[in-house]
């Protein structure tokens, strides 16, 4: 399966944007664990948020819980990530990832999107 992240851009602080990630081949399992995580210039890829394709539970980092929502759609083989509110220090390219674990590690992903820059202006 392959994924494909689209949705970044310019905004200002305050304002909104939803990421996508499709699966352009194969079909992603019921078991799947589908995770956003981004990563900002000089500093470590950070676990964003988390659900798994067959359910609705889902798992926020501290730093984006009440603003950012992940959610799924099956039959369009897509994950998204809602975000609201945004901040200059969201800014970060922004990457999808497949995985069979509910974890938060990168380790724990063996499936990744190209990523999406996101720049959030102040």
């Known amino acids: 399966v392959q994924l494909q992240a689209s949705g970044g851009g310019l905004v200002q602080a305050g304002a909104a944007l939803r990421l996508s990630c499709a699966a352009s081949?194969?079909?992603?399992?019921?078991?799947?664990?589908m995770a956003w995580f981004r990563q900002a210039p000089g500093r470590e890829r950070e676990f964003v948020a988390l659900t798994r394709w067959s359910r609705d539970s889902t798992l926020y980092a501290d730093s984006v819980k009440g603003r950012f929502t992940i959610s799924r759609d099956s039959a369009k083989n897509t994950v998204y990530l809602q975000m609201n509110s945004l901040k200059p220090e969201d800014t970060a390219v922004y990457y999808c990832?497949?995985?069979?674990?509910?974890?938060?590690?990168?380790?724990?992903?063996?499936?990744w999107g190209q990523g999406t820059l996101v720049t959030v202006s102040s």
């Open positions: 081949t194969g079909r992603i399992y019921s078991s799947a664990v």
């Open positions: 990832a497949r995985g069979s674990q509910w974890a938060t590690h990168q380790n724990a992903y063996f499936s």
